[in-house]
C-alpha cells in the first residue's frame, strides 16, 4: 500500500508541476515591432502614422492592442484596436496617432515608460499578455520650427533643388519622400500628415491611390496644409480629388521667361529656355506670378490651406537642373507658408492649449456656487432657534430635558436643507457644459476645436462618439507624469475607432466628479455671415446678416484688439452698421488677452462671460491665419456632433462663429495708415529667425542676432488704389543700439537713416512694393550677447490722386 500511495505521490507532483508548463506552453508567444512617423520622424503636437508588428510564436491570440497615447501633461488616451493573431501568424496594423508628443522630454527622460498592452479577451474583462519587442512607441521627434517638405515624385533627385532651399523661420528644413514610406503605408486620415508643412507633387498619379488615402491628403490642406503641383500634360487626370480645386487650367505649351523667374525668386539662376505652358486663372484662385499676362504660379484656398499649382514642370529638366531653383522654392514657400501656425506659442499646439485655456473656465458649472448670504442667514436662525428660542419654549413648557434631543435633530434638519439646496442641481442628472469655437471657411465648412466637460451625478463610466471628422481626447485632471501611473492612461481614458467615426470611453468618473473631452472637428455647410461692409473718411456702415439656421447673440465686427458690437441676430436678420472709427480701415485682428498670463477665476458670478473671453483668447491665439478683421457670435446650438451614450444629461452650450470680413475701402481727401493699421513681422537675415516678444502687448523684443529685416504690409483695402503716398516716417529708432535704412524698391539699395526719426517726403511710392510691402533693416551695433530694445514703428501718410 506504501509502494502504491507513493506513486500516486509522485504522480500528483508531476502533474502539479507538468500542468503549469503545458499551460505556459499553449499560450500566446508575442513579438511587437514598431515604426512611427513619416519616415521615422513626427513632430510635437502633430498627428503621425504608426505601422505595428505582432508576430505570434505560440498559440491563438483574439484580444486588443492598447497603445497609450500622452499629448501633454494631463492630456491623452489609450487606444485599442482588435487583434486577432493564429498561432504562427503575423499581423501588421496600421494607425493614426492624432498628437504625438515627445515622451523623454515630457518625462524627464523616461524612455523605458510603457505604453504598448496586449489584452487577451478585451481590454474591459480581458487579461493582459505580457509580449517581447517594443514596449513603448519611439521616433525621431522635432518641433514646429522644423519644417517638414513630402515629396510625391517617382524620383526623388528630380526635386534635387529642395536640399538647399531656405524657409522663413525654419531651424531646419527635412525633406522626405514618400516613396521611402511605401503607398501600403500611406495613411487614411488627415492628421497622419500633420507633420507635413508642405507636399509637392512632381507628376504623381494621386488618382491611383485609395479614396480614403486622398481624403486623407484633401482633409490635411483643409486642416492648414500647402500642396504644390507642379504642370504636366496630364495633370487634371493625374490629381485625383483636387482635379475640382485646381487654381489653374493649363493650355497650349509655351515657354517662361527666365528672366520673370529671377526677379520673382531675386536671383540669376534661370536662364535658356523653360518649357511651361499657356494658363487660364480657374474661379476663386489668385495669382502670384505673371509673365506677360500668363500665370505661372497661382494658388487656390482649401478650407486653412491652399492648393499651390505652376505653369511648369518642377521636375523636369532643364528646370529642375537651373542654378535658380533653391531661390524659388524658397520664394514660394515663403509666399505661400504659414511663419507659425500655432499663434503665439510654436512649442504649444492648439490641442493643448485648449485645455488649459477653454477647458479651465468649461468645467466650471453654476452647481458649485453656493449662496453666501444664504447659507449665512441659516446659521444665524439656527443659532438664534437653538439658543434663546429652544430655550425659552422649553424652559416655559419645563421640558429642558428634551433639549439632548431637539438640538441635534435640527441640526441635523439644518444640515439636510443646507446641502438639499446646494446639490439640487447635482442630484437630478447629469450636467454637460460645451464651448466650440469654429471658422466658417469660403467653402462654407465649418472647422475649428470643442471642449465638452461633464459634471456626473454617479460614479462609473462614461462614453462619448463622435463621427469621422471630429476627434475625440481626454482631459485627465489627476494625471502625474512623474508616477508609474502614467504608464496606465487606458485605465483612465480609451479610444476605439471605425468606420463610423470614435468611441471614447471615461473611465471611473467619481461621483460629482468633472470630466472633459475635446478635440478638432470639421463640419459641412451650415451657413454663413452675409457681410457687406465699406469704410470712408473713417465712417464703418454696411449690414452684416445671420445666414444661419438659428440665433445668434453678441454679434461684433473684431478690429484689432477692439470688438465693434452689433447686437442679437436671429436667423435671416440683418443689422445695419453705423460707426466712426478711429482708423481709415478696420485692422487686423489680434488676441485680446494673453492665455498665459490671464487671473485665475476668484468667482463665479458670470461664467458664461469667462467662457466667452476663453474662447475668445483661444480664437486669437490659435485660430488667426488671416490679417483681416471678422465678424464673431454666439450659439447656445450645439453644432459639434459629440454624444454621450446611454445618458440624459442637461446640456449648456457655446459656440463661437468666426468669419472673415471683407471690406471695402472709399479714400477721399487725406488719410494716415498707424502702425497698427498693418501687420508686421521681423525675420533674421541670417537663419531667418523671428526675435523673442519680451511681454503681451509690449514692443520690447530680445533680438539674439545682428541683422533683422522688418517687414510692414499695407492693409489689403489700401492696395492697388488710386492713391499719392505724401510722407513715409519711422520713429522710435534707438539710435545707440541699432542703426536703421530702409529699402528703396525702384534702386533696390537700403537708404540709412542718420537720427532717431527717418522721415521720407518725396518719391515715397519707391519705398513701397507693389503689394504694399515696406521692408526696413535693422543692424545692432553689438552682436556678441544679443540685444534688448523696441522695434521701430512705421506711419504713412497719403492723399487721393485727382
Do not use: C
Not at 527622460?109 to 474591459?124: H, R, V
Not at 511648369?312 to 528646370?319: A, C, K, L
Not at 532717431?756 to 507693389?770: A, C, F, Q, R, S
Amino acid at each position: 500500500m506504501w509502494k502504491k500511495f507513493a506513486v500516486m505521490l509522485v504522480l500528483f507532483v508531476g502533474m502539479i508541476v507538468f500542468i503549469p508548463a503545458v499551460n505556459a506552453l499553449a499560450a500566446p508567444d508575442l513579438k511587437v515591432s514598431v515604426t512611427a512617423g513619416i519616415d521615422g520622424k513626427a513632430k510635437e503636437g502633430k498627428g503621425a502614422p504608426v505601422v505595428i508588428v505582432i508576430e505570434n510564436s505560440g498559440t491563438a491570440f483574439s484580444g486588443d492592442l492598447v497603445i497609450d497615447v500622452p499629448s501633454y501633461f494631463t492630456t491623452g488616451s489609450g487606444e485599442a484596436i482588435p487583434v486577432d493573431i493564429g498561432a504562427g501568424e503575423t499581423k501588421t496594423i496600421s494607425l493614426v496617432i492624432p498628437n504625438m508628443t515627445d515622451m523623454n522630454n515630457m518625462y524627464g527622460g523616461m524612455s523605458n515608460t510603457k505604453t504598448i498592452y496586449l489584452y487577451e479577451g478585451g481590454w474591459e474583462k480581458g487579461k493582459e499578455v505580457v509580449h517581447k519587442g517594443a514596449q513603448t512607441l519611439t521616433t525621431t521627434m522635432f518641433y514646429d520650427d522644423s519644417k517638414f517638405i513630402v515629396t510625391f515624385t517617382d524620383n526623388p533627385d528630380r526635386l534635387g533643388a529642395l536640399k538647399t532651399s531656405r524657409i522663413l523661420n525654419a531651424s531646419t528644413s527635412q525633406i522626405i519622400s514618400a516613396s521611402k514610406m511605401g503607398e501600403p503605408n500611406f495613411p487614411e486620415e488627415a492628421a497622419g500628415w500633420g507633420a507635413a508643412d508642405f507636399i509637392i507633387i512632381d507628376e504623381y498619379p494621386l488618382a491611383d491611390l485609395s479614396e480614403k488615402k486622398q481624403n486623407a491628403l484633401i482633409g490635411w490642406v483643409r486642416s492648414g496644409g500647402i500642396l504644390v503641383i507642379g504642370g504636366s500634360d496630364n495633370v487634371k487626370a493625374e490629381t485625383g480629388v483636387f482635379s475640382d480645386h485646381l487654381p489653374l487650367t493649363l493650355k497650349a505649351s509655351s515657354e517662361a521667361n527666365p528672366e520673370v523667374l529671377n526677379k520673382w525668386a531675386g536671383t540669376k539662376g534661370f536662364e535658356g529656355t523653360i518649357p511651361s505652358y499657356l494658363t487660364a486663372l480657374n474661379p476663386g484662385a489668385s495669382s502670384l506670378l505673371e509673365d506677360e499676362g500668363n500665370v505661372l504660379v497661382a494658388y487656390s484656398k482649401l478650407g486653412q490651406g491652399q492648393i499651390v499649382q505652376t505653369a511648369f514642370s518642377v521636375g523636369d529638366d532643364p528646370i529642375a537642373k537651373m542654378v535658380g531653383m533653391p531661390a524659388f522654392w524658397g520664394t514660394l514657400f515663403d509666399a505661400t507658408g504659414h511663419s507659425n501656425q500655432w499663434g503665439q506659442n510654436p512649442y504649444d499646439s492648439p490641442n493643448n492649449a485648449i485645455v488649459h485655456t477653454v477647458a479651465s473656465t468649461n468645467e466650471l458649472f453654476p452647481s458649485f456656487k453656493v449662496s453666501t448670504p444664504l447659507i449665512f442667514g441659516i446659521i444665524i436662525f439656527y443659532i438664534i432657534l437653538i439658543i434663546p428660542v429652544l430655550y425659552f419654549i422649553l424652559k416655559r413648557k419645563d421640558k429642558r430635558e428634551y433639549a439632548w434631543w431637539i438640538i441635534p435633530s435640527i441640526a441635523i434638519l439644518a444640515s439636510i436643507a443646507i446641502f438639499a439646496y446646494g446639490a439640487k442641481d447635482r442630484i437630478g442628472r447629469a450636467q454637460i457644459q460645451h464651448s466650440a469655437i469654429l471658422n466658417v471657411e469660403q467653402d462654407g465648412s465649418l472647422t475649428g476645436y470643442y471642449v465638452e466637460s461633464i459634471l456626473t451625478n454617479k460614479a462609473g463610466n462614461f462614453t462619448f462618439t463622435a463621427p469621422v471628422e471630429t476627434t475625440l481626447g481626454a482631459s485627465l485632471p489627476n494625471n502625474d507624469p512623474f508616477r508609474s501611473s502614467q504608464a496606465t492612461i487606458h485605465k483612465q481614458a480609451i479610444v476605439e475607432k471605425d468606420a463610423a467615426g470614435t468611441t471614447m470611453h471615461l473611465r471611473n468618473i467619481g461621483y460629482w466628479n468633472v470630466g472633459t473631452v475635446y478635440g478638432e472637428t470639421r463640419i459641412e455647410k451650415q451657413g454663413n455671415y452675409e457681410i457687406q461692409l465699406n469704410v470712408t473718411d473713417k465712417k464703418l456702415t454696411g449690414s452684416v446678416t445671420n445666414g444661419f439656421p438659428f440665433a445668434l447673440k453678441d454679434v461684433s465686427i473684431w478690429s484689432g484688439t477692439k470688438l465693434i458690437p452689433i447686437g442679437d441676430l436671429g436667423p435671416g436678420e440683418t443689422a445695419q452698421v453705423d460707426e466712426t472709427l478711429k482708423t481709415s480701415t478696420l485692422l487686423p485682428r489680434k488676441s485680446m488677452f494673453n492665455s498665459y498670463m490671464n487671473p485665475a477665476p476668484v468667482n463665479m458670478d458670470d461664467l458664461t462671460k469667462m467662457r466667452k473671453d476663453s474662447v475668445l483668447s483661444f480664437a486669437g491665439d490659435y485660430m488667426n491665419k488671416t490679417s483681416s478683421p471678422a465678424v464673431i457670435g454666439y450659439t447656445d446650438t450645439q453644432i459639434v456632433p459629440i454624444e454621450l451614450l446611454k445618458v440624459k444629461p442637461s446640456v449648456s452650450a457655446l459656440t463661437m462663429l468666426v468669419q472673415t470680413a471683407m471690406v471695402d475701402v472709399t479714400l477721399t481727401d487725406v488719410f494716415t495708415v498707424e502702425p497698427e493699421m498693418m501687420e508686421m513681422s521681423m525675420l533674421s537675415e541670417d537663419g531667418q529667425f523671428q526675435p523673442d516678444s519680451q511681454g503681451y502687448g509690449t514692443d520690447e523684443y530680445y533680438f539674439n542676432e545682428a541683422v533683422y529685416n522688418q517687414t510692414w504690409q499695407l492693409p489689403a483695402g489700401l492696395i492697388g488704389k488710386n492713391m499719392k503716398w505724401t510722407s513715409l516716417e519711422l520713429s522710435k529708432i534707438q539710435k545707440k543700439l541699432y542703426d536703421v535704412s530702409i529699402l528703396n524698391v525702384r534702386s533696390g539699395q537700403y537708404e540709412q537713416s542718420e537720427s532717431g526719426k527717418l522721415v521720407k517726403t518725396e518719391n515715397v511710392n519707391d519705398y513701397i512694393t507693389p503689394d504694399g510691402k515696406v521692408v526696413v533693416r535693422i543692424i545692432f551695433h553689438d552682436e556678441k550677447n544679443g540685444n534688448q530694445g523696441r522695434a521701430p514703428m512705421l506711419k504713412l501718410n497719403g492723399e487721393v490722386s485727382q
